[in-house]
């Protein structure tokens, strides 16, 4: 459960938020939901009400990919509340589309899609392209589970777009754009629809997708068994199928969760900063 008491001291919640932010960007869960969870006291009670939202909705985030439903719901909900009353429409992006995606995952699909599509005009709104391109990922998943794959598809397809011009150092945008490519990849190879064009972005973002390795493996074990090489190509298909869980439809497809990172801070710090520029020019 979320820690409810009061710590009373917004400055060290506000110290604990950055480092969790650096900490869960790294990809160090453990640490990071230790400091979100030591943050959010400190920001009770006090003034401070975007630190708490942004400490919530990654304390959600990290609860949701250990399944942890019922806490995480509970998360994005108050980091919805807080972030709809001061009128923050870049974390209210954030935080529909993780609430979208927890009732996406407990089978809700109307709530989800209406939450998903909020987050999406909200990020669109502010120009925030890592949760457009999740948002677009989630609208994508959900459309496959209620079996619309050419919806599916044309998401996905927008969604990778939207992944382009995103760095992919950090953790967080590593794994928004491999399960993005995850997600393309199984529709498009059910559909038999070409490849190339995602092989050679792979390349470009320098990340391995399973669902390529897997076909790449598969296509290869059949070269092998044209040339008679009948236990190489049973070993390669039998990689391939590792690679791709194959089980008839493919696999389940990944929903994307979105964790506020220190960079979100910054940029949002400078274009206040340029903001007031602005108006005094």
């Known amino acids: 459960?979320?820690?409810?008491?009061?710590?009373?001291?917004?400055?060290?919640?506000?110290?604990?938020?950055?480092?969790?932010?650096?900490?869960?960007?790294?990809?160090?869960?453990?640490?990071?939901?230790?400091?979100?969870?030591?943050?959010v006291p400190n920001f009770r009670g006090g003034e401070d009400t975007k630190g708490l939202a942004d400490a919530l909705n990654n304390l959600g985030a990290l609860a949701a990919k250990q399944e942890r439903h019922v806490e995480a719901e509970e998360a994005f909900s108050e980091a919805l509340d807080l972030y709809t009353a001061f009128e923050d429409e870049n974390g209210r992006a954030y935080a529909l589309c993780n609430l979208g995606v927890v009732h996406g995952g407990r089978s809700r699909y109307e709530n989800s899609k209406m939450l998903i599509e909020a987050s999406l005009i909200s990020s669109r709104e502010t120009r925030n392209r890592n949760v457009i391109a999740a948002s677009l990922n989630n609208l994508g998943v959900l459309n496959s589970l209620i079996g619309n794959s050419p919806g599916a598809l044309k998401c996905?397809?927008?969604?990778?777009?939207?992944?382009?011009?995103?760095?992919?150092?950090?953790?967080?945008?590593?794994?928004?754009?491999?399960?993005?490519?995850?997600?393309?990849?199984?529709?498009?190879?059910?559909?038999?629809?070409?490849?190339?064009?995602?092989?050679?972005?792979?390349?470009r973002k320098a990340i391995d997708v399973d669902a390529l390795e897997g076909w790449r493996l598969m296509q290869r074990g059949q070269e092998l068994a044209s040339e008679g090489l009948w236990k190489e190509a049973w070993m390669m298909m039998g990689r391939g199928e590792g690679a791709l869980e194959y089980g008839g439809a493919l696999a389940s497809l990944r929903f994307v969760w979105c964790s506020i990172s220190v960079n979100d801070w910054v940029n949002s710090e400078r274009l206040r900063t340029s903001e007031k520029r602005g108006l005094k020019g």
């Open 1 to 39: 459960a979320l820690l409810k008491g009061n710590g009373s001291d917004p400055l060290l919640g506000d110290i604990q938020l950055r480092l969790g932010q650096l900490s869960d960007s790294a990809g160090e869960r453990g640490d990071a939901e230790k400091l979100y969870s030591e943050a």
């Open 156 to 203: 996905f397809e927008a969604s990778m777009e939207s992944t382009d011009d995103l760095e992919t150092q950090e953790e967080q945008d590593r794994e928004l754009v491999r399960a993005v490519l995850e997600n393309i990849s199984r529709i498009r190879i059910a559909a038999n629809v070409p490849l190339d064009d995602l092989f050679e972005y792979v390349n």
